[in-house]
């Protein structure tokens, strides 16, 4: 009967008290309100106003966005984009959104914003960025909004949270240089989402496994940064991706969004961007003696 009591005392501290499940309504909120800037500031105004002060864009490599969009840049072309599928962490200070976008007019693919709660209550993007996936049949602006569910459990702090999602992007990525579709295949949530190439986002099973077909089948990531909520329920990562395709060596970057399911941290949004080859510096010429006199 002791050791029952005394087992039971020990599940509980594993596994602090979840919290109330929150809405991911301001996280749309702040979404709409980005989008609504976008419009009425530009894209340049909009964006500064609503990063936050660690906010990065992948330029093509990670850069602070408060940098990049502070230099003078034109006009550029008119955004236009709306939520359609939104999250949130237990702790309500992490959460995304992801919906379809258009430049100038034209479909363009579909935006990925992670958003934190700053210490002023606001709400700020830590990162935008998304793949060029098809829009058909998406819904139009100002419609419903999906909500993912809550995590099942929570590791107590951002800290220990962080220290077991990395663990879990080492195992995913050691798996990723033999397999990558049983890689993540294996940690994909049910209701998970892959993207990164021209196919729709992901509604089942079939088309995850669509959707990693159009990847190579050996990818070498490498992480690079990254958060997660201070309850330790939702965690986003960001890295570096390398692969073959064609005979040529190609790059570029993933984000991700984790979640403390009750079979452990499952990959709730994946998605992989490429990017353009590293320009090599140019070559120096060597210095050349002047002939002796």
Do not use: C
């Amino acid at each position: 009967m002791r050791s029952s009591s005394v087992a039971l005392i020990a599940a509980f501290l594993a596994f602090p008290a979840l919290a109330a499940p929150v809405t991911p309504a301001p996280v749309v909120a702040a979404e709409r309100a980005f989008a609504a800037d976008g419009q009425a500031l530009g894209v340049q105004a909009s964006f500064l106003k609503h990063s936050a002060p660690d906010g990065i864009v992948f330029a093509p490599e990670p850069l602070l966005a408060k940098a990049v969009y502070s230099q003078p840049r034109p006009k550029g072309v008119e955004l236009a984009w709306w939520p359609l599928w939104a999250g949130i962490a237990r702790s309500g200070d992490l959460g995304f959104t992801t919906g379809p976008y258009t430049a100038d007019g034209k479909p363009g693919g579909y935006y990925f914003t992670v958003w934190a709660k700053q210490p002023d209550g606001s709400w700020k993007w830590l990162f935008d960025g998304g793949p060029p996936s098809d829009q058909t049949g998406a819904a139009p602006k100002g419609s419903d909004v999906a909500y993912a569910r809550p995590a099942a459990h929570q590791a107590g702090s951002s800290a220990k949270a962080m220290d077991q999602v990395m663990k879990a992007e080492i195992a995913l990525h050691a798996a990723a240089k033999t397999d990558v579709q049983a890689a993540f295949l294996s940690v994909v949530a049910d209701d998970g989402r892959i993207v990164g190439s021209r196919r729709k986002p992901p509604t089942g099973r079939a088309d995850l496994e669509a959707e990693l077909a159009t990847r190579a089948t050996s990818i070498a990531f490498a992480p690079l940064g990254g958060q997660a909520s201070s309850a330790g329920d939702m965690a986003w990562t960001y890295g570096a991706a390398r692969w073959t395709a064609g005979g040529a060596e190609q790059r570029g970057h993933y984000v991700r969004i984790w979640r403390n399911d009750a079979g452990g941290w499952r990959l709730l949004f994946d998605e992989l961007l490429a990017a353009p080859p590293l320009q090599a510096p140019p070559v120096q010429a060597e210095a050349v003696a002047p002939p002796a006199s």
